[in-house]
């Protein structure tokens, strides 16, 4: 996604990618969201989308994108804060476009211990509970708030 400019919107219309993040926004209630941290905030990438999909298009209904929508947060690094300042920030702005996020967070420190050398796996146990135990709160959250429960799992962004 390009840079959000309000000038450029105009100009060239709505962007492909955001316009694609966005309905798949519109079709989901739950977001679990892990994020690094970037010199003590979340990057700018991750908030030029939420920009980009917080911008009213012709094909989604404005309201559906975010507002309402639960979500968990979680960082990690390879230092000993584990990314910890990041979530104040993502928290702060998803709150302001009405996104509910859980009050349990995660910072994943020391993160280059905690994997199976260059696998995907998580190889430290405590970690692995605590984060399952945070998508766990996530389900029990949209389960009594929304019943029936679709998932969107999208590791590559
Ligand atoms: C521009 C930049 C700024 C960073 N700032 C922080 C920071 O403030 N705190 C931190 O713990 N790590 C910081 N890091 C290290 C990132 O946590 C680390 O690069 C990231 O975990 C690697 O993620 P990846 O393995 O998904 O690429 C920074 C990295 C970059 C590239």
């Given amino acids: 996604m390009p840079i959000y400019n309000p000038d450029d919107h105009e100009r060239n219309g709505f962007d492909e990618n955001a316009l694609r993040f966005q309905g798949l926004l519109t079709q989901h209630d739950g977001l679990l969201i892990a994020s690094p941290e970037y010199n003590g905030s979340f990057p700018a990438a991750l908030k030029n989308a939420i920009d980009w999909a917080s911008r009213p298009s012709d094909e989604y209904e404005r309201d559906k994108v975010f507002r309402g929508k639960f979500a968990a947060i979680m960082t990690a690094s390879p230092g000993s804060f584990g990314g910890i300042r990041s979530l104040a920030h993502l928290r702060g702005v998803l709150m302001s476009i009405g996104v509910e996020v859980l009050s349990a967070e995660i910072a994943v420190s020391f993160v280059g211990d905690k994997f199976d050398g260059d ?16 998508g766990a709160s996530l389900v029990e959250m949209l389960g009594k708030t929304h019943g029936e429960i679709k998932f969107m799992s999208n590791t590559n962004s």
């Fill in 119 to 134: 696998g995907e796996e998580m190889t430290d146990e405590k970690t692995k509970n605590t984060l399952e135990k945070l």
